[in-house]
């Protein structure tokens, strides 16, 4: 029995998520220590003392099942940023969302689009649910919004769009995202995936929740994974209008949000102090980066992100294979279909030392 016959038909094109190598992985392999990973846009700070604490005193209570409707979460990003509770999705994850708007939104020959490369979990849901797939190409490495408009058609029910982009670093202004809204018709979800907002600059950051007061067709996506520190528990948050987040509250397991990152959700969103000294040292570390490339002719994609994207404009594979001998690990997005690109995270100073070094070491 070949079990792939039988499997959803979307799903024969799909191949597993390639994550970020594990540390402990590298150090099984090559016997070394002082690993430094700049492969998955994690936190370089670690994982935040508030969440601990808040975790440290949830430990007597995992017998029980979290709160399903996520009461104090939801209390503090409405207070936050001055949304309702009743406008608020949790989920496991932003991937976990950006998931569910799929199944809640979109089935079986209905049309999804997204640029070329985009976050890979937008082709994944769109091929695991069946639905058509309109990859627009990109323009500059990012979304061109014009080619989005085209492609909509009757059957368009979802938009993705990342602001800033995965693995590309591409910022889309708060007028050329309203622009476009303006022109979607308002039968066509559109999903501001945006995972990167809070490393971008205060004055260029988009307003989305004020968008959302503009377009009741968008829902916004936002993680807790990147600036703060709580991608291995798994939490992200979609907001929309009330009648969306309803639908999507609906379709949502009632109990994908576990207990240790529901309390350490609502002990970040209060810390804001973590969450400055993350994007401060994104904002100099990113400085560098940009001096380093430029000093040593490197292409790389203007970032507003957490990560920078280069490119060696030839098959970045042996580089990428060369950095892990010197004990880095970043990461390669030919399954982007980027091949010649590398993708490295911003780490703290002396991470980023490590792989400048290893990096000119490696190319001679
Ligand atoms: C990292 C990332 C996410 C966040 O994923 P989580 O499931 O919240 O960890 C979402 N979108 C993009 C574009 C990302 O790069």
């Known amino acids: 029995m ?12 799909l191949s597993p998520y390639q994550a ?6 590298l150090e099984r392999e090559l016997g070394i220590t002082n690993i430094v990973k700049l492969a998955s846009n994690e936190n370089p ?24 409707n996520g ?35 979109a089935g079986e020959k209905d049309e999804i689009i997204y640029s070329q490369y985009a976050f890979i979990v937008y082709p994944l849901v769109t091929k695991a649910i069946n639905a058509v797939a309109r990859e627009i190409p990109a323009k500059d490495w990012g979304h061109d919004l014009d080619g989005f408009l085209k492609a909509i058609n009757d059957k368009t029910k979802l938009i993705y769009i ?10 889309l202004t708060e007028a050329e995202v309203d622009n476009f809204l303006n022109q979607v018709p308002e039968r066509v979800l559109v999903v501001l995936d945006e995972a990167y907002t809070e490393f971008t600059d205060a004055k260029e950051r988009l307003d989305s929740f004020e968008l959302l007061q503009k377009y009741p067709n968008l829902i916004i996506s936002r993680s807790l994974s990147k600036a703060y520190g709580l991608a291995g528990l798994r939490i992200g948050y979609a907001v929309s209008n009330p009648e969306v987040a309803d639908l999507l509250n609906r379709v949502r397991q009632p109990f994908n949000c576990n207990v240790l990152a529901l309390v350490s959700a609502v002990a970040v969103m209060k810390d804001d102090a973590f969450v400055a000294k993350v994007a401060e040292n994104n904002r100099t570390e990113m400085a560098r980066y940009e001096a380093f490339c430029q000093q040593h002719g490197l292409e790389y994609i203007p970032s507003k992100g957490n990560f920078i994207t280069i490119n060696f404009k ?17 990461r390669p997005i030919a399954g982007y279909g980027m091949p010649n690109h590398l993708r ?21």
């Open 344 to 364: 490295v995270s911003i780490g703290l100073p002396h991470e980023n030392d490590k792989f400048f070094t290893a990096l000119l070491k490696v190319l001679g």
């Open 45 to 68: 700070f670690g994982f935040p003392e508030s969440a601990k604490k808040a975790i440290q005193a949830q430990l007597d209570n995992l017998t029980r099942y979290p709160d399903a």
């Open 162 to 171: 990342a602001n800033p982009n995965n693995p590309t670093g591409n910022f």
């Open 314 to 330: 030839r098959p970045a594979q042996p580089i990428y294979d060369a950095l892990l001998r010197e004990g880095v690990i970043v």
């Open 2 to 13: 070949q079990y792939i016959n039988i499997a959803n038909e979307g799903i024969k094109s």
């Open 71 to 105: 009461f104090e979460l939801k209390q503090a990003i409405s207070q936050k940023f001055g949304v309702q509770p009743n406008q608020i999705t949790l989920g496991n994850g932003s991937n976990d969302l950006l998931e569910l708007f799929a199944h809640t939104f």
């Open 20 to 25: 970020g190598k594990p540390i402990e992985e």
